[in-house]
Structure formats: C-alpha cells, structure tokens
C-alpha cells in the first residue's frame, strides 16, 4: 500500500463515518420527536463532525510522520554508515545516501556495490519497511478511535454544529496564514539578500545609475555597472506601449458586449476573446518573434523608418494583445453592475444610448475601470517570457520604442541562469531587481485598490 493508497483509503472512512453520524443522529431525531426531545443540530452536522474527529486527527499524524520518518531513517543509516566505514566527510556521507537510497529504492547504480553499501541499503530498506507499517497501524487506530469517541457523542443536546463551525473557522484561519505567511517569507527572502547586494554596491549607484554593465570576476567583486534606471526606462517603455494597445481595444470591447451586443452574441463572443487569457505567455513570446517583429521591420522599411524586429514596439504590442481579455473582462463585469435605473433615466429625459454610455455608464464605473487598468499595468510590468524573446535585451537608456531593450523581468532571467555563485554581487542583484518589481507593483495594487474603494459610488 503507498501513501497515495492509504489517503484513498482515509477519504473512504471519512465518507463511511459521515453516513454513520448521519444515520445515527436521524434516529436520535425520530425518536426524540416521539418524546418531543428534538436534536440541537441538524443531522448532516453530526455526519460532518464524526467524520471530521476520524479523518483530521489521522491527517495530521500522517503528514507529520511522513515528514519526520526520512530524516529519522536518515540519520539512523548514516550512523551505522560512520560506524562501519569510519570517518567520512559531509561531501562523502551524501555522495554514499545516494547510491544507499538507490539500492534500496531497486535502482541500479553505477560500479561494484560495497559491502559496507549494501549493508547500510538493506538497513534502511527495513526501517522504511517497519515505519510504513507502522505508520498505518498508528493511522488506522487513530482513526478507529476518533470514529468510536465522536460516534458516542451524538446526543440531542451536543451542540455538533458549533463544534463544525469552529473547525472550519479554524481551517479557513490557517489558509489564510499560510497565504500571508509564503508573502512574508518571499519578501524577507528577498531582503535578505538584497542587503548583501548592498555590502557590494551602493543604494545609489544601484538606484540612479544609468549604466547596467554587470561584469562577472572570479574575486566576487562588483565590477561594471549596476544601475537601473535602462532596465526601468525599458520596463516602463515596454509597458506604456502595451497599455496602448490593450486600453482603448479592451475598454471598447467591454462597452459593446456591455450595452450594445446581443445576449446570444455576447455568450459567444466574450468566451472567445477570453481565450485569449488562457495562451501560454512562451506562445505569445514566439508569435511576436516570427510574425510581429519581422511584420513590424518589414512595414517600417517601408515607410522610411527603421524599425527592429525585436524591440520595445513588439513586446509592448504582443503583450498588450495578452492584456486585451484582463480589461475587458474586468471592465465589462464592472459596467454591467450599474443599475439599470439609472440607463432608463437617462433615456427618460431624452439622452441617446451612445449619450447615456459617455454620461452615465462609464462615470458610474470609472472607478472600477480605472482599478482594472491599475491591475492590468501591474501584469504588464511583471511579464517575462514574450520581452525575453521579443524586447531584443539592450539595456540602454533611452525612449525610442523601435530600437531593442531590456526589462527587469529579462535581466532577472539572464543574471539566474547557468552556475552562479549566489554569494556574488552578480547574482545577488537578481534579488534587489526582483525587490525593486515587487514593491513596484505593489504600490500599482494598492493604488488601484485604493481608488476602487474611495471613489467607488454605493447604489441602492
């Protein structure tokens, strides 16, 4: 039986133990109604609160044991290891857990087996063996005695609502502060090793400098130029541009599935211009690489402009095609909320459809328009895959959307890829570049939040 096995089989239990507690607390009902003794909670609660006390008790041992029972078998195997092979080193003692895991694990490994190996692989073969079983003896007990105590404790009186309902609240507490506390983690991740980039590079140089020139050593000295104003120029030329496109486009879109499209029209047409949120971003990075960019080159040769195939206009374009369904998706929920009242008044008093759009609809959605823009800009500066193939990677200060540039996003890719010493300035400004997005976009969120909640207008 694998793990996989026995949490199949636990889910089997809680379902059998929810019929019991269901049927048994029904009974306790018809026969309380006989003497007018009726039930606190009703008997779907019961259910719940017996299979509640046989699986969660159950979960929690299981998770914990198969959290402790490697390192502890581990360490046993390690200690018998040392024993017998003598003094070995922390290098040697993990090249050897690998070959003994593969040993144990059936896999064949490369060259002759020791003795002293196949020792130490039959070992913890049998220590996995005997804490597999007992894991689901231990397992199984628990279950049968969560089953056997919340059973008995379905009375009239026992308030197994309250006690579901705490549970839940319990259960809903812990998502919750497991959410924030992976964005608390990532955060001081990030801090971390930003301020040991600092120990290497000024604050200021990094924030003001206009040249980004990293250049690698072997001494992990900071040699070059670690600024990052032409990757934040490249980022905001990149994104102006796909707010360009994706504005107007997905804004109009909203309007004429919101006030003008048919409902048979609009139930085919907005899942289909959704699809759109749904392309793979490497997708949307090839199709600017070998249609746009070149379409885009060819047109301005045309014209008397010359325009690269990779560059800031391509991925701003690209991207801003991706942005399309966020906005208007967004925004048409939004204009779809305003309360109709407020249409027929307006064409009451004798305004024309396209008036009451301008005049009524559109200011009473503004504000949540204006949050979604907000959030879409923020997905716009956070975008990697299609400026890493499409925005030419030319960190250079400047405002020509035609030539190559370079992101933030991009440069985090390239100073993380390949062996790098993560102790180097090199590779540590991967980290402050990542910070300095993240507070970015940060601050578009809250201001977009911001402006949804103060400016928002309350309808009856």
């Known amino acids: 039986m694998t793990n996989w096995m026995l949490v199949a089989v636990l889910l089997g239990v809680m379902a059998v133990a929810y019929h019991l507690g269901l049927t048994r607390s029904r009974v306790m009902a018809r026969a309380g109604n006989a003497r007018r003794a009726a039930m606190h909670s009703r008997p779907g609660y019961y259910g719940a ?12 041992v299981f998770a914990v044991w198969n959290i402790a029972e490697p390192s502890l078998i581990r360490n046993a195997v390690v200690t018998m290891l040392s024993s017998e092979a003598g003094t070995m080193t922390s290098q040697q003692v993990g090249i050897a857990m690998q070959r003994i895991e593969s040993i144990a694990s059936g896999f064949g490994v490369a060259g002759d087996v020791t003795p002293v190996e196949a020792a130490a692989a039959a070992e913890m073969a049998r220590l996995q063996a005997i804490g597999f079983y007992t894991k689901i003896a231990l397992v199984m007990a628990i279950v049968l005695g969560g089953l056997v105590f919340a059973y008995r404790r379905i009375k009239p009186d026992f308030r197994a609502r309250n006690h579901v309902e705490q549970i839940v609240r319990i259960a809903m507490f812990l998502a919750s502060g497991v959410a924030i506390l992976t964005t608390v983690g990532i955060v001081l991740s990030m801090v971390s090793e930003t301020l040991r980039f600092f120990s290497f590079v000024s604050p200021l140089d990094f924030f003001f400098g206009t040249v980004w020139d990293p250049r690698f050593s072997t001494t992990g000295a900071a040699g070059g130029g670690y600024g990052i104003l032409p990757l934040l120029s490249g980022t905001l030329l990149v994104s102006v541009v796909a707010m360009t496109v994706a504005v107007p486009v997905g804004l109009m879109t909203a309007i004429f599935l919101a006030e003008y499209a048919t409902p048979r ?27 746009v960019g070149p379409f885009f080159s060819s047109v301005g040769a045309a014209i008397g402009l010359e325009i ?14 991706m942005l399309i369904p966020f906005i208007s998706s ?10 109709r009242s407020l249409r027929d008044a307006s064409m009451g008093l004798g305004a024309t459809r396209s008036e009451t759009i301008r005049r009524v609809v559109l200011p009473a959605a503004l504000p949540g328009v204006v949050g979604a823009v907000l959030l879409a800009a923020s ?8 400026v890493v193939l499409a925005a030419g990677n030319s960190p250079v200060l400047q405002g020509n959307p035609f030539e190559a540039v370079s992101t933030v996003t991009v440069t985090i890719v390239n100073q993380l890829t390949g062996d790098q010493d993560f102790a180097s300035p090199q590779s540590l400004v991967a980290f402050a570049l990542g910070l300095t997005l993240f ?4 601050g578009l969120n809250v201001v977009a939040l911001y402006i949804v909640r103060k400016y928002r207008e309350q309808y009856d």
């Open 49 to 60: 609160l017996v299979a509640l006390w046989c699986g969660l008790p159950a979960f929690l």
């Open 265 to 291: 029209f609009r139930s085919i047409a907005k899942p289909v211009i959704e699809v759109l949120a749904g392309i793979p971003t490497i997708v949307y990075g090839v199709f600017a690489l070998i249609v």
């Open 308 to 321: 690269r195939a990779t560059s800031a206009l391509t991925a701003g374009f690209v991207m801003g095609i």
């Open 330 to 339: 967004l925004s048409d929920d939004i204009i779809t909320q305003v309360p």
């Open 379 to 386: 997905r716009a500066i956070g975008e990697t895959m299609i």
């Open 439 to 442: 507070v970015i976009t940060l």
